[in-house]
């Protein structure tokens, strides 16, 4: 069986053509150049029929081919012979104090990824006007949810811009030290088709506007996988999301930035997280094998285009990476790179010894940033209270850290 979310519409149209059929085909066999005319006109219909399965899949939320009723029996029939619609199984889905939602979701292998609701509201709705909110998490009645019959324990309605942060992997073997998924080791990538799920369940219970492959793993160890699942999730007829919704957060492995963008141009963040290569190579061994100034000569040559701006994570590590001459630095780094950076005070956990610095620390880095010209926000936290913050997602099933496939990885290439 073939798994429906592990296609593009190009694939699958693909796969229809043996049964396309074409009217009076017969007759045109017989005309000048009838075989080709007659596969043109057979792959336009195999191409509109995937147009319509991708519409009742990601559009209209249908996994029974038996319901698509605009497609004739004996393709349905087909269908139901050789492709399956994947669905991923929901563990548990926790919400937090400040309405971000953890899902564990279960694999075919009993393995388990992680992936966050986090819920934001940038405008509000006064009377007639709709306004800037006075701060960011601010909830606001005024969204309409387009889909009947999602979770309503969700209360998705409430937010006007719902970020999807999801996993690309089973752990990670990054081994970044103040990441909870760092910790666990890698276990595993996940294939297109979970990817893509997994952001296809979370749609189906509550309508999400934004992308973030910042949840467990390296989107960009698994760069194939990413990179596809990308393309299906900017498809028209698909998911339809815009490039600009769609981030893949990569802790520094260069050669899959290039590859990134051979296949798709979704948005790019980089997790920095340090102003000078021992500091970095400290806290994430990837900077031993691509140090800063390889990455950021790739971050040069990625072709963005219209005014798109790459993001620069940046972790605030109390009397580590957090002075002002860090600040600094970093202005001085990303000069001529199209680029704002998102400082993110750390989220302290028993899996790092780090210490979250203090709020007038963090407002004086991010005023340096500021006064150099750059746009520099301060990610609010969401989800501390269930662990569903940045840098604490862990799958439950794990592996420990330092298994051989973490240190292998530091010595290897980037693809899974
Ligand atoms: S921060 Fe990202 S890349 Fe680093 S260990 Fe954690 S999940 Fe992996």
Redesign the pocket.
């Known amino acids: 069986m073939i798994i429906f979310q592990s296609l593009t519409k190009t694939e699958l149209a693909d796969l229809l053509l043996p049964v396309s059929v074409v009217k009076y085909e017969r007759d045109l066999m017989l005309e000048e150049g009838g075989p080709e005319k007659v596969l043109l006109k057979k792959q336009k219909q195999a191409l509109l029929r995937a147009r319509q399965i991708f519409h009742w899949v990601y559009q209209r939320y249908v996994t029974d081919f038996d319901l698509m009723s605009d497609l004739s029996k004996d393709l349905r029939t087909f269908l139901k012979a050789n492709i399956q619609i994947y669905r991923l199984t929901e563990t548990y889905a926790k919400q937090s104090e400040d309405g971000t939602f953890k899902f564990l979701w279960k694999l075919e292998d009993q393995k388990t990824i992680e992936s966050v609701i986090i819920p934001a509201a940038l405008k509000e709705k006064v009377g007639d006007e709709v306004i800037d909110a006075l701060e960011d998490g601010k909830r606001y009645s005024g969204i309409e949810t387009e889909k009947a019959g999602l979770n309503k324990d969700l209360d998705t309605d409430s937010w006007a811009r719902l970020t999807a942060c999801v996993s690309s992997q089973v752990g990670?073997?990054?081994?970044?030290s103040?990441?909870?998924?760092?910790v666990q080791g890698l276990d595993r990538s996940l294939g297109v088709h979970e990817v893509v799920t997994q952001i296809h369940e979370l749609r189906m219970r509550a309508p999400i506007t934004n992308i973030v492959f910042?949840g467990?793993?390296?989107p960009l160890h698994n760069v194939k996988n990413i990179a596809k699942a990308c393309q299906i999730l900017l498809d028209e007829d698909g998911m339809n999301f815009s490039k600009r919704k769609v981030t893949v957060s990569t802790?520094g492995l260069v050669p899959g930035i290039e590859e990134l963008y051979q296949v798709t141009d979704v948005s790019l963040a980089i997790?920095l997280n340090s102003s000078t290569d021992e500091q970095r190579s400290q806290i994430?061994p990837v900077n031993r094998r691509w140090p800063i100034k390889e990455l950021l000569a790739a971050c040069r040559k990625v072709p963005l285009g219209g005014h798109r701006r790459i993001t620069f994570e940046y972790v605030l590590l109390k009397d580590f990476n957090d002075k002002p001459e860090d600040a600094h630095r970093v202005a001085k780094l990303l000069k001529g790179i199209p680029s704002k950076v998102n400082l993110i005070p750390f989220n302290e956990h028993s899996g790092s010894e780090f210490k979250r610095p203090t709020d007038k620390t963090v407002l004086d880095f991010q005023k340096i940033l500021i006064n150099q010209g750059y746009t520099a926000t301060v990610r609010i936290s969401r989800g501390r209270d269930i662990l569903a913050a940045c840098?604490q997602l862990r799958s439950l099933f794990g592996t420990a850290r330092g298994t051989e496939k973490h240190k292998d990885f530091t010595q290897s290439s980037t693809t899974a």
């Open positions: 990670c073997a990054m081994a970044c103040f990441c909870l998924t760092g910042m467990m793993g390296e802790s997790s994430m840098g």
